[in-house]
Each structure stands twice: as C-alpha cells, then as structure tokens.
C-alpha cells in the first residue's frame, strides 16, 4: 500500500511564524504535490515537483516555498504565516498508470494537516 | 487553469441511483479524474477518462464526452458509506489537476 504521511493532523501559530509541514512518501513516486482545501473553494495546487531539487509553481504559490532534497521527502514552507493561510494542507504524490496507450498519473494523497494562524 | 463546475450538493436514498455532472474548459484538456472524499479524510481515486464513454469499475461508473466538455460520476445502488464528497479533477498536463470544489452527497436510509 501507498503511504503518504504528514508530520502534523494538527498546527497552531502565529502570525509571522515561519511553518515546516514535511511529507514523506514510502513508494519512490516521482512526483509530489501541495494543496490547500478551504471550503467553497476546493483544493488549489500551491507547488509540485517531479524530482529531487526541482519545483514548479502551482496556482497560488504566493506566500509559500516548497524543498525537495530528498526523493521521498517534500517540504511546505510558510515564510512568514498570516491568517489568511489558515487552511487544510494536503500532501499527495503519484505514481504514472499505463492504461493501454494512456498514461496519467494517481495521486496519492496523505492525510492532510489542519493549519491554524492566529 | 481549467475552470470546472460541480452541483454543490447533493441528496439520494440508499439502493438508488445518482449521477454527479461535472463540466469543465477543454482548452488544453487531457484527461478527466474522479475522487471520492469522505469528512475529515484524504480524497481517494476512484477513476480516469481519456476517451469518450463509459468506463464502469463496480457501482461506480464514469462517463466522459471531451467535445461537449462534460463528464459524469454514476453511484449505483447507493449505501450509506457512499455520503462523501466527490471531486471531479481536469488534467491539462503530465502531472498538474486541477480539481473542482466538489459534492457533497448525502445518502439517506
């Protein structure tokens, strides 16, 4: 079974706190992702990275900074937090399907890390 | 991005059918995702539509038509554990989804 694990269910900080939410997957995907999940909004990609040491801006990168050092390990970093980012974070990573001549890719998701701001 | 429109809610009675719509943008589309998220937990996959048609995994089948932008999540005899949100996702590339905001289905007895 896929395991996609985040280092925290639950986080309170503070206003102007720098935030680490780690993720660790155990299936040597390549690809892995970080979204928020806010209610009427749905889950927004804020980065993703298809290998170690590289990364791609998702829809709403601002405020955020991601690292991949390590192939099953990749890191959301909030800067300086703000209330506004008080939100459900979720890890996921995916592993490409060869469907006949199709290809996609399953993401995995972990079980998401609820981030309160004050 | 790809923008994609779900009903919000939605209710059906246990043993029935309901179909989930999803519509979405088709400039740059690739593929169409279907994920199942009960409360307070991870969404999972439950299906991937390239081609046009109906692909059916058990209850649950998926129906695609790319000309028309449109897609549908069919629940087949419908139990309480299938009340869950249910995410529809456009792919417009190798690895980036872009999900909608989801239903939230509720089956009652």
């Known amino acids: 079974d896929v395991k996609v694990t985040q280092s925290s269910r639950y986080l309170v900080k503070r206003t102007g706190e720098k935030v680490f939410l780690e993720c660790v997957q155990d299936?040597?995907?390549?690809?892995m992702f970080w979204y928020r999940q806010d209610p009427g909004l749905g889950l927004r990609l804020i980065y993703f990275?298809?290998?170690?040491?590289?990364?791609e801006k998702g829809d709403i990168p601002e405020g955020y900074s991601v690292s991949r050092e390590k192939k099953e390990r990749f890191s959301l970093i909030l800067e300086s937090a703000s209330t506004n980012q008080t939100s459900m974070y979720l890890c996921?990573?995916?592993?490409?399907?060869?469907?006949?001549?199709?290809?996609?890719?399953?993401?995995?998701f972990g079980p998401g890390t609820r981030l309160t701001v004050l | 991005g790809q923008n994609i429109d779900q009903p919000t809610e939605m209710t059906a009675t246990e043993g029935a059918i309901v179909q989930i719509n999803c519509t979405y943008q088709?400039?740059?589309?690739?593929?169409l995702f279907w994920y199942q998220q009960h409360a307070g937990e991870a969404p999972t996959f439950l299906s991937y539509?390239?081609?046009?048609g109906l692909e059916e995994k058990g209850r649950f089948s998926s129906f695609l038509s790319r000309s028309k932008g449109y897609s549908y999540l069919l629940l087949k005899e419908l139990q309480m554990k299938d009340s869950a949100s249910y995410l529809c996702?456009?792919?417009?590339?190798?690895?980036?989804?872009?999900f909608g905001t989801g239903t939230k289905l509720q089956v009652i007895p």
């Open positions: 996921a990573s995916s592993l490409q399907v060869a469907r006949g001549a199709d290809r996609y890719n399953e993401q995995f």
């Open positions: 299936m040597d995907h390549e690809n």
């Open positions: 990275s298809y290998d170690v040491k590289m990364k």
């Open positions: 088709t400039s740059g589309f690739n593929g």
């Open positions: 539509n390239v081609l046009d």
């Open positions: 996702a456009s792919s417009g590339g190798y690895q980036k989804v872009t």
